[in-house]
């Protein structure tokens, strides 16, 4: 069974500078129901782990939680 997670943009935006585009925490804390955003999924299984960038559409927010619907197939890689 794949296990997966968010994983933690601003630990990337201190790791890399402006080599990684984060838009300001005011536009991410204000997202509204239709936006599209690229998050970062953290998958493990019991074989390797990965990370993968996937677009998401805001489908519910409640007091700074969104719910989301996954906007792209996942791309596994099988070694």
Known sequence: MIKFELDDVESYKLEFGNKFYLPEREKRQNLRTGDIVKLIFRFEDDKFAQVECMWV?????NNGEFTGILDNELFQKTV
């Open 57 to 61: 559409i805001v489908s519910e927010t």
